[in-house]
């Protein structure tokens, strides 16, 4: 019977017929709340434990899937799940496998709650590790049984290599017993490959068991039984407690159980590393016969230089967050408040602001590349130089053991080694990590009552929640793109680094290559019996492994350097054109997305992409000067190998399909979190509806998880199909040395060094292939920011160039509305389609220059809209506005908004002290903030400068936040302040104080008032009366209210106010 996809379950109830999965449940343990419930009555018939589900049409999977009856057993062995077509062809989220039933989160936390409820009757607190080892023991003894086959198989081949080198030595061979040994040694790569593979396929099968059991879980008694949140009473919904509950459930969700799960998985490899850097040793020791002291001498030296280096890095990382922090503080306090930036024209002054902040991160940047350069250099070059000191150590204690039997199988454990002691500090990291969360969800699960509760999985949800998932990644659109590659090389600066950082690079091949070389003459001497001048040659070996690193680390510096120019570039222009975009883009844009591109894409381009780029130039050149040394070994031969290699390589590094796959699953997981998000948010208006919709949430939940495990699955699949196929070049050197040796004479320090670059080469590729997709990834991140810097600018002037204006203006104030029509259309092309939607419609009045006009009407009918008019923030669809007898159209934007004074109606506050609040460039002095305040009625601990404003300053009144932003105003004194809304938190106390302020601050200054409270405006000069966008009214508020049928007298008589 056929394997059945996720969707494709027996019944709606469930999707297996032995197990019905249930949420929230664990049917073993019986707390007090069972106790109490009621048994059954006679009559009633008691509901049936597992009711028979019903069937459903049954789904096959794709022949090519990893779970199909229907796949090759040769397809399964050598992971060959994937056809040249598909990898060539645009990317479909139909193309992406199904979970087989096995693998859904439905199943996998149905077979988890069971054994998990057993564990609950146990004191110890490590239930959760208990009920993950006895879930999946027998799958985890399988992947460890594999890993140490492979770590057997891979031990191996230092040991046969050694056997050929030394049977090389001795010339006591047959022709037949070279090959036979090249064979055997390409048979145990291979094998080592092919279990290493299946072992971690394994494994990360187990893990997605492991994440869908208990994000499901977390899920499901977040959503159900808030009250059970550790740290959290029942009923407690305030702002600060809700904010810290909703981070640490994410928290939980997101990170701990992935760093649960990949503890779990992960463990195999932790001691596979260790066993194997001890068998490494002992066959560098025991077989090979160097020395154990110089050995442990040069790794012990390296190791306390890496770990000098690594807790270097890690304070310069820590004073660079700081900085970081402080940037993205900067960008929070502008694009949160990009309204208020743009009303006060403080675009420039915001700009020179971030960019401030920015300048003094990358000051901090250029250190911490500087010691991850280093890092990067002693990491990759730490075997070669461990060498100089070895193979200098054997030079005077024992010559003959720098034979070539002895020479290249020691660099390449040694290369091994290295990589080894750098896998098990990432795998102790793993596993402190693991730890931590453990105790956190297994505290989180023990307080969870026990519910009831089965999940429908049905293919018509599954459309349902489908669709908030891309369904296609057209990649050859989004991630290739030559103005992207420009980008990065704009600017002389760029180029500047760039050139001299790969002609560092080509020197560091020449030298690496150049040691290589060196070494096969000098391990040739020795195997002739020419020991002399062993001092001179191996003061000579340390120069060239020297010069190496010299080179490298120089290449690495600029090339970082280089990258950082580029991320400067373009984090300038990006800043700009955003901070000069029109209002309109804001509206549609989430601000979210905007701090997305400054955490994330910019964290990536200043990080990820320089040191990913490093690498992939680092490994291709290796790669072309090895290939070269063994094309010089080989001839014309050689050539015809070398361009078949490379057809190899090119043939399994299908980027497109690797990104677009990736695309996809990061949407998929996009969609997940916002889904999380919004239940936790809503949880108890889910809660409020019922069980039902409890049971909709879960369901759809758990189809989300399937989505984005779906992407995972494929992806990690993928990855072991490209780690197998880059065997395929070490099987085409093998084959080339075959050739070569039935048609040439080897020497054995020449079989040697090809041998030990055959391996490298093999290594290097699959490290170019990683980092090319890096690079790739990274690409997508360049592109987002580069098409944020391509936004149109809001136009300065709508007819030609700006008038110049006198530094005066304006002088007297005079405003003159002619025949105004206004719409929050983008810009002119759009008012044709707007003209139906006008915002204004043929407004006119005018006001002379100190006069205090008071704006009334009724909710939407354009009183706002009169200072957005007025501040140009869309464009006028019909009319002018005259000021001080200019025409505001054709002045400069900023012109207009930095004399033209306002306080919205809803001014934005942020997390900062008072004196930044006042003054966030620093332009005033101590004395004149004291002085803003007190006029303003702020008095005691509120005219306190260092006091800090919370976020949207919910520390302060309503009205306190009003007198603060009149504090403001005041420092900057306009001929022109518009104040909407402004009384409409103020007490009547207050409110006479604070007009005071107004007609002594603002004495000359024309003053628009928009408010809803008419005995804010009955003293003021003038009344607007607003209605539906027109302005009906406009005169005193004597005349007005004299006139029984105008609409001020309507309006005042439904405000029951007398005059």
Same mark, same amino acid.
């Given at each position: 019977?056929?394997?059945?996809?996720?969707?494709?379950?027996?019944?709606?109830?469930?999707?297996?017929?032995?197990?019905?999965?249930?949420?929230?449940?664990?049917?073993?343990?019986?707390?007090?709340?069972?106790?109490?419930?009621?048994?059954?009555?006679?009559?009633?018939?008691?509901?049936?434990?597992?009711?028979?589900?019903?069937?459903?049409?049954?789904?096959?999977?794709?022949?090519?899937?990893?779970?199909?009856?229907?796949?090759?057993?040769?397809?399964?062995?050598?992971?060959?799940?994937?056809?040249?077509?598909?990898?060539? $062809?645009?990317?479909?989220?139909?193309?992406?496998?199904?979970?087989?039933?096995?693998?859904?989160?439905?199943?996998?936390?149905?077979?988890?709650?069971?054994?998990?409820?057993?564990?609950?009757?146990?004191?110890?607190?490590?239930?959760?590790?208990?009920?993950?080892?006895?879930?999946?023991?027998?799958?985890?003894?399988?992947?460890?049984?594999?890993?140490?086959?492979?770590?057997?198989?891979?031990?191996?081949?230092?040991?046969?290599?050694?056997?050929?080198?030394?049977?090389?030595?001795?010339?006591?061979?047959?022709?037949?017993?070279?090959?036979?040994?090249?064979?055997?040694?390409?048979?145990?790569?291979?094998?080592?490959? /092919?279990?290493?593979?299946?072992?971690?396929?394994?494994?990360?099968?187990?893990?997605?068991?492991?994440?869908?059991?208990?994000?499901?879980?977390?899920?499901?008694?977040?959503?159900?039984?808030?009250?059970?949140?550790?740290?959290?009473?029942?009923?407690?919904?305030?702002?600060?407690?809700?904010?810290?509950?909703?981070?640490?459930?994410?928290?939980?969700?997101?990170?701990?159980?992935?760093?649960?799960?990949?503890?779990?998985?992960?463990?195999?490899?932790?001691?596979?590393?260790?066993?194997?850097?001890?068998?490494?040793?002992?066959?560098?020791?025991?077989?090979?016969?160097?020395?154990?002291?110089?050995?442990?001498?040069?790794?012990?030296?390296?190791?306390?230089?890496?770990?000098?280096?690594?807790?270097?890095?890690?304070?310069?990382?820590?004073?660079?967050?700081?900085?970081?922090?402080?940037?993205?503080?900067?960008?929070?306090?502008?694009?949160?408040?990009?309204?208020?930036?743009?009303?006060?024209?403080?675009?420039?002054?915001?700009?020179?602001?971030?960019?401030?902040?920015?300048?003094?991160?990358?000051?901090?940047?250029?250190?911490?590349?500087?010691?991850?350069?280093?890092?990067?250099?002693?990491?990759?070059?730490?075997?070669?130089?461990?060498?100089?000191?070895?193979?200098?150590?054997?030079?005077?204690?024992?010559?003959?053991?720098?034979?070539?039997?002895?020479?290249?199988?020691?660099?390449?454990?040694?290369?091994?080694?290295?990589?080894?002691?750098?896998?098990?500090?990432?795998?102790?990291?793993?596993? $402190?990590?693991?730890?931590?969360?453990?105790?956190?969800?297994?505290?989180?699960?023990?307080?969870?009552?026990? %519910?009831?509760?089965?999940?429908?999985?049905?293919? %018509?949800?599954?459309?349902?929640?489908?669709?908030?998932?891309?369904?296609?990644?057209?990649?050859?659109?989004?991630? *290739?793109?030559?103005?992207?590659?420009?980008?990065?090389?704009?600017?002389? %600066?760029?180029?500047?680094?760039?050139?001299?950082?790969?002609?560092?690079?080509?020197?560091?091949?020449?030298?690496?290559?150049?040691?290589?070389?060196?070494?096969?003459?000098?391990?040739?001497?020795?195997?002739?019996?020419?020991?002399?001048?062993?001092?001179?040659?191996?003061?000579?070996?340390?120069?060239?492994?020297?010069?190496?690193?010299?080179?490298?680390?120089?290449?690495?510096?600029?090339?970082?350097?280089?990258?950082?120019?580029?991320?400067?570039?373009?984090?300038?222009?990006? !800043?700009?054109?955003?901070?000069?975009?029109?209002?309109?883009?804001?509206?549609?844009?989430?601000?979210?997305?905007?701090?997305?591109?400054?955490?994330?894409?910019?964290?990536?381009?200043?990080?990820?992409?320089?040191?990913?780029?490093?690498?992939?130039?680092?490994?291709?050149? !290796?790669?072309?000067?090895?290939?070269?040394?063994?094309?010089? *070994? !080989?001839?014309?031969?050689?050539?015809?190998?070398?361009?078949?290699?490379?057809?190899?390589?090119?043939?399994?590094?299908?980027?497109?399909?690797?990104?677009?796959?990736?695309?996809?699953?990061?949407?998929?997981?996009?969609?997940?979190?916002?889904?999380?998000?919004?239940?936790?948010?809503?949880?108890?208006?889910?809660?409020?509806?019922?069980?039902?919709?409890?049971?909709?949430?879960?369901?759809?939940?758990?189809?989300?998880?399937?989505?984005?495990?779906?992407?995972?699955?494929?992806?990690?699949?993928?990855?072991? *199909?490209?780690?197998?196929?880059?065997?395929?070049?070490?099987?085409?050197?093998?084959?080339? /040395?075959?050739?070569?040796?039935?048609?040439?004479?080897?020497?054995?320090?020449?079989?040697?060094?090809?041998?030990?670059?055959?391996?490298?080469?093999?290594?290097?590729?699959?490290?170019?292939?990683?980092?090319?997709?890096?690079?790739?990834?990274?690409?997508?991140?360049?592109?987002?920011?580069?098409?944020?810097?391509?936004?149109?600018?809001?136009?300065?002037?709508?007819?030609?160039?700006?008038?110049?204006?006198?530094?005066?203006?304006?002088?007297?104030?005079?405003?003159?509305?002619?025949?105004?029509?206004?719409?929050?259309?983008?810009?002119?092309?759009?008012?044709?389609?707007?003209?139906?939607?006008?915002?204004?419609?043929?407004?006119?009045?005018?006001?002379?220059?100190?006069?205090?006009?008071?704006?009334?009407?009724?909710?939407?009918?354009?009183?706002?809209?009169?200072?957005?008019?007025?501040?140009?923030?869309?464009? /006028?669809?019909?009319?002018?506005?005259?000021?001080?007898?200019?025409?505001?159209?054709?002045?400069?934007?900023?012109?207009?908004?930095?004399?033209?004074?306002?306080?919205?109606?809803?001014?934005?506050?942020?997390?900062?002290?008072?004196?930044?609040?006042?003054?966030?460039?620093?332009?005033?002095?101590?004395?004149?903030?004291?002085?803003?305040?007190?006029?303003?009625?702020?008095?005691?601990?509120?005219?306190?400068?260092?006091?800090?404003?919370?976020?949207?300053?919910?520390?302060?009144?309503?009205?306190?936040?009003?007198?603060?932003?009149?504090?403001?105003?005041?420092?900057?004194?306009?001929?022109?302040?518009?104040?909407?809304?402004?009384?409409?938190?103020?007490?009547? $106390?207050?409110?006479?104080?604070?007009?005071?302020?107004?007609?002594?601050?603002?004495?000359?200054?024309?003053?628009?008032?928009?408010?809803?409270?008419?005995?804010?405006?009955?003293?003021?000069?003038?009344?607007?009366?607003?209605?539906?966008?027109?302005?009906?009214?406009?005169?005193?508020?004597?005349?007005?209210?004299?006139?029984?049928?105008?609409?001020?007298?309507?309006?005042?008589?439904?405000?029951?106010?007398?005059?």
């Amino acid at each position: 019977m056929p394997l059945r996809s996720p969707a494709d379950g027996d019944d709606a109830k469930g999707v297996s017929q032995e197990r019905k999965p249930e949420y929230g449940a664990f049917s073993a343990s019986k707390g007090p709340k069972d106790a109490e419930k009621p048994a059954p009555s006679p009559s009633q018939k008691p509901p049936d434990p597992d009711p028979a589900p019903s069937k459903s049409p049954e789904k096959t999977l794709p022949p090519l899937h990893p779970e199909s009856p229907a796949t090759a057993w040769w397809r399964k062995l050598f992971i060959e799940f994937f056809d040249k077509k598909q990898l060539d $062809s645009e990317l479909d989220a139909s193309q992406v496998w199904d979970l087989t039933a096995e693998h859904t989160s439905v199943e996998a936390a149905a077979a988890f709650r069971q054994v998990y409820a057993q564990s609950l009757q146990c004191r110890s607190n490590c239930r959760i590790k208990r009920a993950i080892i006895r879930t999946h023991k027998w799958k985890l003894a399988a992947c460890w049984a594999l890993q140490l086959a492979s770590l057997l198989c891979d031990a191996c081949t230092p040991v046969l290599l050694y056997m050929l080198l030394a049977m090389a030595i001795s010339r006591e061979y047959t022709q037949t017993q070279i090959y036979a040994s090249l064979g055997l040694l390409y048979v145990t790569a291979l094998g080592e490959v /092919l279990l290493h593979c299946h072992s971690h396929f394994l494994g990360f099968k187990i893990n997605i068991k492991i994440v869908g059991a208990l994000r499901a879980l977390v899920f499901e008694n977040t959503i159900s039984q808030p009250e059970h949140i550790p740290g959290h009473a029942a009923g407690s919904y305030d702002s600060e407690s809700g904010k810290k509950r909703m981070a640490e459930v994410a928290h939980l969700y997101a990170e701990d159980v992935a760093n649960v799960a990949r503890m779990v998985t992960h463990m195999q490899f932790l001691w596979r590393s260790v066993l194997q850097i001890v068998f490494e040793l002992c066959i560098l020791v025991q077989v090979i016969g160097i020395k154990f002291k110089p050995v442990a001498i040069a790794f012990l030296s390296m190791a306390v230089f890496a770990k000098f280096l690594s807790a270097a890095g890690s304070r310069l990382q820590r004073k660079l967050q700081k900085k970081i922090e402080a940037r993205l503080n900067v960008i929070h306090e502008c694009f949160k408040g990009i309204q208020m930036v743009k009303l006060n024209a403080w675009e420039d002054k915001m700009q020179d602001k971030i960019e401030r902040a920015r300048k003094e991160e990358n000051r901090e940047r250029r250190r911490v590349n500087l010691v991850a350069a280093l890092q990067y250099c002693v990491g990759v070059d730490s075997p070669n130089m461990a060498s100089i000191f070895i193979f200098g150590w054997v030079a005077m204690q024992d010559t003959s053991a720098l034979s070539p039997a002895r020479v290249f199988p020691a660099l390449l454990l040694l290369r091994r080694i290295k990589t080894h002691f750098s896998n098990t500090a990432q795998l102790f990291d793993v596993a $402190s990590k693991g730890q931590a969360s453990f105790s956190k969800i297994d505290s989180y699960l023990n307080e969870c009552d026990a %519910k009831f509760c089965a999940q429908d999985q049905t293919e %018509k949800a599954r459309e349902c929640v489908g669709a908030k998932v891309a369904r296609k990644f057209k990649w050859k659109d989004e991630w *290739f793109s030559i103005k992207t590659w420009k980008m990065l090389l704009k600017g002389g %600066k760029c180029m500047r680094y760039h050139v001299p950082a790969k002609f560092f690079l080509f020197l560091y091949a020449f030298a690496v290559t150049s040691k290589d070389v060196f070494l096969m003459k000098w391990s040739d001497r020795v195997d002739h019996g020419d020991v002399s001048n062993m001092d001179s040659s191996a003061n000579f070996y340390a120069f060239l492994v020297i010069s190496s690193v010299i080179s490298g680390f120089a290449s690495s510096v600029l090339h970082a350097h280089a990258m950082a120019n580029s991320a400067n570039s373009m984090f300038h222009e990006m !800043t700009a054109a955003l901070l000069r975009a029109p209002m309109t883009f804001f509206y549609s844009m989430p601000v979210g997305e905007l701090f997305n591109r400054y955490f994330n894409d910019i964290r990536v381009l200043d990080t990820s992409f320089a040191l990913a780029f490093m690498a992939m130039f680092r490994s291709a050149v !290796t790669i072309l000067a090895a290939d070269g040394i063994l094309w010089y *070994f !080989t001839g014309v031969v050689g050539t015809s190998i070398i361009l078949i290699v490379l057809y190899v390589v090119k043939e399994f590094m299908t980027l497109g399909f690797m990104v677009g796959l990736l695309q996809l699953s990061f949407r998929a997981e996009a969609a997940n979190l916002n889904f999380i998000s919004e239940a936790l948010d809503g949880s108890a208006t889910i809660r409020a509806f019922g069980r039902q919709q409890i049971n909709r949430f879960r369901m759809e939940h758990g189809v989300l998880s399937d989505e984005l495990m779906k992407g995972q699955y494929h992806t990690e699949a993928f990855n072991r *199909f490209v780690l197998i196929r880059c065997d395929r070049v070490l099987g085409i050197h093998m084959l080339l /040395l075959m050739f070569l040796l039935s048609i040439h004479n080897v020497s054995p320090a020449e079989l040697g060094l090809m041998l030990y670059y055959v391996f490298t080469i093999n290594s290097d590729v699959y490290t170019l292939s990683a980092k090319l997709l890096e690079v790739a990834l990274c690409l997508l991140n360049v592109e987002r920011v580069r098409k944020y810097g391509l936004i149109e600018p809001e136009l300065q002037s709508y007819e030609g160039n700006p008038l110049t204006i006198p530094a005066s203006w304006p002088h007297r104030g005079d405003i003159v509305f002619d025949h105004v029509s206004f719409s929050y259309a983008s810009s002119p092309d759009e008012l044709a389609n707007e003209m139906s939607a006008l915002a204004l419609c043929d407004v006119s009045f005018s006001v002379k220059g100190g006069e205090k006009i008071g704006v009334v009407g009724r909710t939407g009918s354009g009183k706002s809209s009169l200072a957005m008019a007025l501040l140009r923030v869309h464009p /006028l669809a019909k009319g002018r506005i005259i000021v001080d007898g200019l025409d505001a159209s054709l002045l400069s934007l900023s012109a207009l908004r930095t004399n033209v004074c306002i306080i919205p109606q809803s001014p934005l506050f942020y997390r900062c002290s008072v004196r930044n609040y006042l003054d966030p460039f620093n332009e005033f002095g101590h004395v004149a903030l004291l002085h803003a305040l007190r006029r303003c009625g702020l008095k005691g601990s509120m005219a306190n400068l260092e006091a800090e404003l919370s976020d949207n300053s919910e520390n302060w009144s309503l009205g306190e936040r009003q007198m603060l932003c009149l504090a403001r105003a005041v420092l900057r004194p306009s001929r022109i302040v518009v104040l909407d809304e402004y009384f409409s938190a103020v007490d009547q $106390s207050n409110q006479s104080a604070l007009l005071n302020v107004l007609d002594t601050a603002f004495r000359d200054s024309t003053i628009f008032l928009i408010t809803h409270r008419l005995d804010d405006v009955l003293q003021f000069d003038n009344i607007l009366v607003m209605q539906e966008g027109r302005a009906v009214e406009f005169g005193p508020a004597e005349d007005l209210a004299a006139d029984p049928d105008s609409a001020f007298y309507e309006f005042l008589e439904t405000t029951l106010l007398t005059y």
